[in-house]
């Protein structure tokens, strides 16, 4: 049996998607602990503890998670969890003493640092996971400077997954290196969960208009995720489409935009169209996606894209920014568009044949099926395992 340590010090796997800092990492962090676990390996992931009533430690779908002390027990942004890595390694070695690992597997660069840490105490093998990288935030503050120095640290020493081949060339690219050890390996799907299902069930389910047509957005409520721009390209597609309503899932229990983004809809006229669901259970989301004509991914960068995947399981047209690994996942032979992020009435535009042509579309995208099959998280897991303990070569 194998003994693996999954770092995730940003992204609690327990929490609800579309919180703080609930996204794709989060959702990736979570299913491949619970692959590894049904594998049979003894898992433990290593998460930062953001609320005095969470408990240290408990067992979840198979896993154990250990929650490390870093900064405040609260929600704070990415940047500044950076000013307590020191901290939370202090915890974390502490909480590694009498533990044996045959894998340490690491996500986002704030987790990588510790994860090389770690590694270099215990004699662990250690395979970090880049899920985005620092060259692409518009500004170069302290904290980005310190990432981008991190991530090149890694990117030369540590045994490196990118999720997409594009994601794969982006780094070589922004960081002008080739890694010694790296291998694509994209994000993975719960094919018993992310299916077909009755449209008006889903409806029914979460009390949603079985009349209208809804442009769906699932994930966080950050900035960069284009959900600004997609608020203003519906109020463009709305005069058009009067029975049309934007359906947000996303949102934190604290520092929320939800108000801003209200105000947002309200400035363009159509916060009366505009239905804002918050951070819905994990075992929800599914119906979300159902319950959806079109699904929008208007991000302004995607690794991977496991929004876009999802729907696509789900037999849901998608509409995705022209960026990154959604060029990959998304294309118009399949029943998909992609559109320059940042453009409004280009995204009018496409959502607005997506919701004109839905019959097309929605046979297209669930003639794909068979094409999901090398998504399972089991697959992904072995994957990710074989690379990092060595025996699968970079590839």
């Known amino acids: 049996m194998r003994s ?29 602990a619970r692959a590894f676990a049904r594998d049979g390996a003894r898992v433990d992931v290593y998460t930062r503890r953001t609320d005095s009533l969470q408990p240290r430690e408990e067992t979840i779908d198979g896993y154990r998670l250990r929650r490390i002390d870093a900064g405040p027990a609260a929600e704070i942004d990415n940047d500044a969890i950076a000013e307590h890595l020191e901290a939370a390694y202090a915890h974390a070695k502490r909480l590694f003493n009498g533990e044996s690992y045959d894998l ?43 990432r981008i120095e991190i991530e090149r640290e890694l990117l030369r020493t540590e045994r490196i997954v990118t999720l997409s081949t594009e994601h794969r060339e982006a780094f070589m690219r922004e960081y002008s290196l ?15 969960r992310f299916t077909p299902g009755s449209q008006s069930d889903a409806r029914a389910h979460l009390g949603l208009d079985p009349r209208a047509q809804y ?24 005069p058009l489409r009067p029975h049309a309503r934007l359906f947000v899932v996303g949102g934190a229990k604290r520092n929320s935009r939800i108000g801003e983004l209200r105000a947002l809809a309200a400035h363009f ?20 996606f159902r319950a959806c004509d079109v699904i929008a991914v208007p991000s302004h960068y995607e690794a991977f894209g496991l929004v876009a995947l999802e729907a696509r399981a789900c037999g849901i047209p998608v509409v ?3 960026v990154g690994g959604l060029r990959e996942l998304v294309r118009p ?63």
Do not use: C
């Open 178 to 192: 080739i890694p010694p050890h790296l291998a694509v390996v994209p994000g993975g799907i719960d094919l018993s």
């Open 4 to 32: 693996i340590a999954i770092v995730s010090l940003h992204a609690d796997p327990s929490t609800r998607v579309g919180s703080l800092q609930n996204g794709g990492v989060t959702i990736y962090v979570r299913e491949l």
């Open 333 to 395: 032979r399949d029943g998909g568009a992609r559109v320059a992020p940042s453009q409004p009435m280009a995204w009018a535009q496409a959502l607005q044949t997506a919701l004109t042509e839905p019959e097309r579309s929605i046979r297209r995208m669930r003639a794909l099926e068979s094409d999901l099959s090398s998504y399972s998280w089991q697959s992904i897991a072995q994957r990710i395992a074989a690379f990092g303990l060595g025996n699968v070569t970079a590839a």
């Open 320 to 322: 995705a920014s022209d």
């Open 104 to 146: 340490i597997s690491s996500h986002y660069w704030l987790s990588g640092w510790l994860g090389k840490r770690l590694s270099r105490d215990t004699a662990t093998p250690h395979v970090h996971t880049l899920h985005s990288h620092g060259t692409a935030r518009r500004i170069r503050d302290a904290v980005t400077q310190k």
């Open 269 to 288: 006229g159509i916060a009366d169209r505009v239905d804002f669901a918050g951070a819905l259970p994990n075992d929800a989301i599914a119906d979300a």
């Open 215 to 238: 442009v769906g957005y699932i994930g966080r409520l950050a900035k960069e995720k284009g959900i600004d721009e997609l608020i203003a390209s519906f109020a463009l597609l709305a």
